[in-house]
């Protein structure tokens, strides 16, 4: 005996993904019964494995008279172990199926709550811990590893250093109106809104680091675009102004738009996303740049009367992204309606050196960032206009005093990115479990 491997009849343990390579072998798959039927001396189990589907075809001459009986009737979700041989199939929709030679029920289901007919989005939300085994949230879900996993790629490529950020704070990042608080022996604590000063800190330790984690805000707003509880990447770069933020902003969302056209054509085909406008963003072409200024003239043409000084709105966002067919960079927006830490635009003060990248088809703003003030004053300044508690920014301070440089940074919205990649109207879908202002279970 050879030890290259299984001879030629052995039973391979497989998953549905890889079964191509297993044309004509003997197969076992570990999975759920996802539907089935039967005709006479024929039960048609399509099983999945949480890799794919696939229908098994157990013939009553094939299999042994009491595993024939016991696939009559299986209910949905229905846990089994097949073992059959794979063959070729032209009109399934994977190209293969199985011919059951064993089927061992593991565990044999109670009525499924979720069938194939259609279910309101609050019933389905509320058995999210079942739902997650649909077709539709297997896709979204895997289209956000791809994403997540393409970041991690693209910041280590890139030369940055992943820094965990904490999640309990002593203070707020992005305004005290949508902070969590939460009793810390006898202190208060924040759940983190962003990780971006802590990030600072390492910025100026590293050169160039990002955090990804979960953040929080409190946020009263029922948008489909707001979750209370959203996953952040945050690269900070010392020596790096707007500009050069721009920049990395759009190389690191053309990676990932690459990245799930590259390897998630099956979800986004299930997801019915047509990816002609992926493909746009993907193109390696600039993305446009505007002002903030240049976006308010563009939306009083599309009929807004959004005065000067106002942040846009999700709506805002909606209009503008019809002129762009790719993701727009807005850049230097009223300092009046962004955080303390933004540096002023030494050309115009009124302005902040911010940037937001807003999503084409009305996906709304994907990420946030800017350049930070460097300076010790101006920032004491700001914190006191705030009515931020000096005492909690202390540390932060520090950074001005000691090697204080230029740099910059942003925030990307993993489910907001999900969101618009999916074509997925509200970002609850983007998330295993979402949190917003009316959810907390499952
Ligand atoms: O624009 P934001 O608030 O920026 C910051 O938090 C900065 N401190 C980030 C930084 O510079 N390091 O948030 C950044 C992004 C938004 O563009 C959006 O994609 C997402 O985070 N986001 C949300 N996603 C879902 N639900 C919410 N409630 C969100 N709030 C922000
Ligand atoms: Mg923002």
New binding site residues.
Partial sequence: MSDDGPAPDDVISSRISEIAEREGKRVQLCGWVYNSRSSGKLHFLEVRDGSGIIQCVVYQGEVAPEVFEGCHQLPQETAVVVRGRVRADPRSPLGYEVGVEDLEVVHRSAEYPISPKEHGVAFLMNHRHLWLRSVRPNAVLRVRAVVIDACREYMGREGFLLIDAPVLTPAA??GTTTLFETDYFGETAYLT????LY?EAAAMAFGKVYCFGP?F?A?K?KTR????E?W?I?P?MAYCDLAGNMEVAEGLVTHVVRRVLCECRCDLEALERDPAPLERAAEGQPFPRISYGEAIEILREEGSDLPWGSDLGGDDETLLSRRFDRPVLVHRYPAQVK?FYMKSDPEDRRLALCV??IAPEGYG??????QREDDLQVLEARIAEHGLPPEAFAWYLDLRRYGSVPHA?????I???VAWLCGTRH?RETIPFPRTLQRLYP
Avoid: Y
């Fill in positions: 990042c992005e809104q962003s990780g971006q990030m953040t805000r946020e707003s675009r707001h979750l209370t959203f952040m945050e900070e955080a937001d990248m703003e994907i990420i946030g960032g800017g940074g942003f925030g990307m919205g489910e907001r990115v970002v």
